[in-house]
């Protein structure tokens, strides 16, 4: 992984320790919402939305629905920030 | 917007206390915290934070809730529980299906009324308003149109009344951003926003006769700012009615709101002084030194909060005061400062003493026959605010912004006075509420006064002045101000030569109690012509006030005056910016007055005829 993915991979799993409010939740590229319980259709949103805060952007809702995995929404940051 | 950058630590902490188990203390500083400046993923997090606090930990009062949106509050839920709680009520919440407003009213056997809430909130939009009015129509057709829409709404809240008792809220119109008339449409009684005005207005009018209360959703989104609150992708991709980041000020709102419904909201400031009502420090500073009135940015910033603690006062909350003064000094704003807004008939409790502030609000509560929980305690110190939330957790503490000019928004946002209804009873209960107090506090000011003194174990030590407190006696001439009646200003030199001199008595006092020793706190120079003693200097410490050290020092002036066969004392009062304090100081000590010129007067006790006065408890030890 290069530096860029590892400093937003690490943001990120902040992010998803503060929505979630589990200190111990570690994420990867694999991640989704089949891997954390309390992730359904509400705290996606919150989810969405705190990731809109933490990386100054919007996203689409929607876009980010279809997405598979945490990876993807690496991705869906990186292709933002460039 | 605060970010969580700003949160991080705070949370972090109180996460840990969670964690350990320590849930009061965790609410407590979660609860100081929050803010509705906070954006969403921070009061997402409030929220998160609190559910995992077992309930049963706090005492909080239940409360059922039934909610009918026509925009989806999911993410909103959460945080309204959170504020709630703030608001001292654990909510149990039904949230109706999105977009079923009709349905679910008009199903009486329906789950908003198997739930059976104590409150529905009608948490409608401008977007269900329905506003066709083609451009010219005429008044009496706006009109007409108006009243439709309004009477859809009676006939929502007639249903719901004739299935349940619950108290109704009512969102009004939150006015839309776009206008396509653009600034032309405030012109014209037919544009879309002059249509949503009328029809709030026309809302208010027959609300209260229905019973039923609005929450002023209009107001909310302007506070916030429209440009924010609507945020059309939000609404069109998941029907969020308002931007998210608008949740804490609404869960707030409508916390105070249900608050007050259970008649929990407040009904008593208990005020700090300095730096709260005024600039600076009375004690130190006096009465020229403090910022208060016109002209001076902070003097200014002082008036509009007693201007606004004033309107507070007249609309029927208690102000009450807690100081850390003597409280002749406290008073001396309220009786002389000519830019005061506020009175001493204004405060129903006055408090200014060196006890602690929680006791002393303990006292307040118990004197007006309140609750504690009905108090909202405001002062500009973040430890006497912390040490009031960790003694008291039932008295509401405002965090103070430390600009004086954000006082006023600060505790008007707190919506510590929300009202469900208002009338000339409310008006006149908190003066009743005064007349009360007041009554109460004569009866027992007193017993209070010497419980203090004699808790404090007073011992005076005084004698004739020597060479080892020489300096010290000329230290305490030429500096005091305050109770200073001659303020003569003598060298050590210049004593040395009064002590030396036969026509001269020079006497000092010093004063311990149980928290230390005052040291040397007084200074007498008394002179002798022929068989009268005059008082040429009388200085005295402020800190040791109205402890019984001026009876006591009176005492030995008239015994001093005995003991040299003279018949009369005379005492001078000459006037200075700073000395008003002692410009009664020898009536109270039963002198006769003989004259009063401009800023001097001039008084008389004649020895034969006075008693000694009462000291309170000061054991004494002449030297």
Redo the contacts between chains.
């Keep these: 992984m290069d530096n860029q993915r590892i400093k937003i991979m690490q943001r990120l799993n902040r ?1 998803f320790q ?4 589990d ?1 111990n939740l570690q994420i990867n590229e694999k991640t989704n919402a089949k891997d954390i319980e309390e992730w359904d259709s ?1 705290e996606h ?2 989810l969405v ?2 990731i809109e ?2 990386f100054t952007i ?1 996203m ?3 876009e980010v629905g279809k997405l598979q995995n945490v990876g993807g929404i690496i991705d869906l940051l990186i292709g933002n920030q460039g | 917007m605060q ?2 950058e700003s949160f991080r630590q705070e949370l972090a902490l109180i ?1 840990n206390q969670i964690n350990q188990k320590n849930f009061k203390p965790a609410f407590i500083e979660l609860c100081r915290i929050a803010t509705v400046d906070a ?3 921070v009061q ?2 409030f929220a ?2 609190f ?2 606090i077992p309930s049963e930990a706090l005492e909080l009062k239940p409360i059922r809730i039934g909610i009918v949106p026509t925009g989806t509050l ?2 909103f839920i959460g945080i309204l529980r959170f504020y709630l709680a703030r608001a001292g009520l654990i909510a149990e919440i039904f949230v109706a299906e999105f977009n079923t407003l009709h349905q679910t009213i008009l199903t009486p056997d329906g789950p908003l009324y198997t739930f059976n809430p104590q409150i529905i909130w009608l948490c409608t939009n401008y977007r269900d308003i329905s506003c066709e009015i083609l451009p010219n129509t005429n008044e009496e057709e706006i009109a007409r149109a108006i009243q439709s829409e309004v009477d859809r709404f009676i006939d929502l809240w007639l249903a719901l009344q004739a299935n349940c008792t619950a108290i109704i809220v009512q969102n009004n119109a939150d006015l839309p951003s776009e206008r396509i008339f653009g600034n032309f449409e405030a012109s014209i009684p037919w544009s879309r926003q002059n249509f949503l005005r009328q029809f709030n207005l026309a809302l208010a009018h027959t609300s209260l006769a229905h019973h039923v209360h609005l929450l002023d959703l209009e107001y909310l989104s302007a506070q916030f700012g429209k440009r924010f609150w609507h945020d059309a ?2 609404w069109h ?2 029907k969020h009615a308002f931007v ?1 980041d608008a949740s804490g000020l609404i869960a707030l709102q409508m916390a105070a709101l249900v608050q007050a419904s259970q008649g929990m909201a407040k009904k008593c400031l208990v005020l700090d002084l300095d730096n709260t009502l005024w600039g600076g420090i009375i004690g130190d500073d006096g009465l020229e030194g403090i910022q208060l009135g016109h002209g001076l940015a902070a003097g200014e910033a002082f008036m509009a909060f007693q201007h606004y603690l004033k309107q507070l006062q007249r609309r029927g909350v208690i102000l009450t005061v807690c100081s850390k003064n003597e409280e002749s000094n406290a008073k001396i704003p309220f009786l002389e400062h000519s830019e005061m807004v506020l009175k001493l008939e204004d405060i129903a409790v006055f408090v200014a003493n060196w006890h602690n502030k929680a006791d002393n609000i303990r006292e307040i509560a118990d004197m007006l026959e309140i609750g504690l929980e009905s108090m909202v305690f405001v002062d500009d110190n973040p430890a006497e605010r912390q040490l009031v939330r960790q003694m008291l957790p039932m008295v509401s503490v405002v965090e103070m912004p430390t600009d004086p000019a954000l006082y006023v928004i600060a505790l008007d946002q707190s919506g510590y006075f929300e009202t469900l209804a208002f009338s000339t009873e409310d008006q006149n209960r908190g003066q009743m509420y005064q007349q009360n107090a007041q009554r109460k506090q004569t009866r027992k000011h007193f017993s209070n006064v010497s419980d203090f003194l004699q808790d404090l174990h007073m011992v005076a030590k005084y004698g004739d002045l020597h060479g080892q407190n020489r300096a010290r006696a000329s230290q305490l001439i030429l500096k005091s101000n305050q109770f200073h009646l001659t303020t003569t200003r003598y060298s050590e030199a210049q004593l040395e030569r009064m002590m030396t001199n036969e026509a001269y008595i020079c006497r000092y006092y010093c004063l311990q109690d149980r928290f230390g020793d005052n040291g040397l706190v007084s200074v007498v120079l008394l002179k002798q012509e022929a068989d009268v003693l005059l008082v040429d200097t009388w200085v005295m410490s402020c800190r040791v006030l109205s402890r019984g050290m001026e009876e006591f020092i009176h005492n030995d002036m008239i015994t001093q005056a005995r003991a040299r066969g003279c018949n009369s004392l005379f005492g001078t009062y000459i006037a200075t910016k700073k000395n008003n304090l002692v410009a009664q100081l020898f009536a109270r000590l039963d002198y006769q007055l003989i004259e009063e010129t401009e800023g001097t007067s001039r008084w008389r006790l004649s020895i034969e005829a006075s008693t000694p006065l009462k000291s309170v408890l000061i054991q004494a030890k002449e030297e």
């Design positions: 992010v503060e929505v979630f409010d200190e509400v949103i919150s939305i705190a805060k933490e919007r689409n809702a929607a | 970010s969580m996460k954006d969403f993923a997402h997090r998160k934070l559910a995992s999911d993410n992708p939000y991709y998941s998210a």
